[in-house]
């Protein structure tokens, strides 16, 4: 079992920058994929970026490529989410969530993924 607790969400205007953290309970953090996903106001959840199990391999959305950095310390079972050059259209709830093995799986759905966090809400003002 895996708890995930995300936090550094808040609200920051246009061309601004956030880095969302997420912490994992367990002995176990590094078996982990460990991806990011978002939900906006009226819309379905989708797929932010993914990052390995050692952090070597990373994969974004379109939409947030060139942008957004995911990273991960597996020493403090924490997974990242840097976000800059924030525009409007990425207000939104952001979860992390965990997906366990075996690999490979499809990191771009969200039924991938074993484990989710609460949520922490991004507001970028315009």
């Known amino acids: 079992q895996v708890q995930l607790v995300e936090s550094g969400g808040g609200l920051v205007q246009a061309g601004g920058s956030l880095r969302l953290s997420c912490g994992a309970s367990?002995?176990?953090?590094?078996?982990?994929?460990m991806g990011w996903f978002r939900q906006a106001p009226g819309k379905e959840r989708e797929f932010v970026a993914v990052?390995?199990?050692?952090?070597?391999?990373?994969y974004y959305a379109d939409s947030v490529k060139g942008r957004f950095t995911i990273s991960r310390d597996n020493a403090k079972n924490t997974v990242y989410l840097q976000m800059n050059s924030l525009k409007p259209e990425d207000t939104a709830v952001y979860y992390c969530?965990?997906?366990?093995?075996?690999?490979?799986?499809?990191?771009?759905?969200?039924?991938?993924?074993?484990?989710w966090g609460q949520g922490t809400r991004v507001t970028v003002s315009s």
């Open positions: 367990g002995r176990t953090f590094s078996s982990y994929a």
């Open positions: 990052n390995s199990r050692s952090g070597g391999s990373t």
């Open positions: 969530a965990a997906a366990a093995p075996p690999f490979p799986i499809r990191y771009t759905r969200g039924d991938s993924y074993d484990y």
